[in-house]
T-cell receptor, first 118, second 114 residues
Framework: DTGVSQDPRHKITKRGQNVTFRCDPISEHNRLYWYRQTLGQGPEFLTYFQNEAQLEKSRLLSDRFSAERPKGSFSTLEIQRTEQGDSAMYLC????????????????FGPGTRLTVT | AQSVTQLDSQVPVFEEAPVELRCNYSSSVSVYLFWYVQYPNQGLQLLLKYLSGSTLVKGINGFEAEFNKSQTSFHLRKPSVHISDTAEYFCAVTINQAGTALIFGKGTTLSVSS
């Protein structure tokens, strides 16, 4: 179990550019989440996958944001035409769905990708 | 909808002193509760969780929390803190439905000094 990994750890981009982040979940986990964390705030939910299906998107996920999880393994989060307000830490988490109702609620987080839009 | 309120944004304490970080939640349905810790420039690490059963739950690094349904609280405690406990602590809630997102509080900065 190598944990959740994210790449890159830091990204600086100019306003208007596109950026893409990658998340590799814990290998046997079938659920994958993306959150955004701004300075002084707790993480806020963006979107969630079960296997390759994107099952939920928050209102924070504007049309400029798109996420994919091909083959139900790693996931990518792309932001098009970045704005200064997109500057934040983007966190990925994964969990394992089980047959018991109590399983799958613990989410394990990666180290995050810090995006700075200049 | 669920919400989480962390009542203290900053808690300064001296090393070896006890500490309590307060968390209240709001929900019309049953919830699961979590505490996460975040060290500078790192992701979140799960400290402990309440899913059901005993209302006193023990986690890693000597932390424990007590679920109080009548007061809708889930306060985090440690009897004796160390310098290394200095970090941001987040309380989170999710409803009793698999796959739903965590709702986080704004966090409490615990600063431990000698």
């Amino acid at each position: 179990d190598t944990g959740v990994s994210q790449d890159p750890r830091h990204k600086i981009t100019k306003r208007g550019q596109n950026v893409t982040f990658r998340c590799d979940p814990i290998s046997e986990h079938n659920r994958l989440y993306w959150y955004r964390q701004t300075l002084g705030q707790g993480p806020e939910f963006l979107t969630y996958f079960q296997n390759e299906a994107q099952l939920e998107k928050s209102r924070l996920l504007s049309d400029r944001f798109s996420a994919e999880r091909p083959k139900g393994s790693f996931s990518t989060l792309e932001i098009q035409r970045t704005e200064q307000g997109d500057s934040a830490m983007y966190l990925c988490a994964s969990s394992l769905a089980g047959t018991s109702g109590r399983e799958g609620h613990e989410q394990y987080f990666g180290p995050g990708t810090r995006l700075t839009v200049t | 909808a669920q919400s989480v309120t962390q009542l203290d944004s900053q808690v300064p304490v001296f090393e070896e002193a006890p500490v309590e970080l307060r968390c209240n939640y709001s929900s019309s349905v049953s919830v699961y509760l979590f505490w996460y810790v975040q060290y500078p420039n790192q992701g979140l690490q799960l400290l402990l969780k309440y899913l059901s059963g005993s209302t006193l739950v023990k986690g890693i690094n000597g932390f424990e929390a007590e679920f109080n349904k009548s007061q809708t609280s889930f306060h985090l405690r440690k009897p004796s803190v160390h310098i290394s406990d200095t970090a941001e602590y987040f309380c989170a809630v999710t409803i009793n439905q698999a796959g739903t997102a965590l709702i986080f509080g704004k966090g409490t900065t615990l600063s431990v000094s000698s």
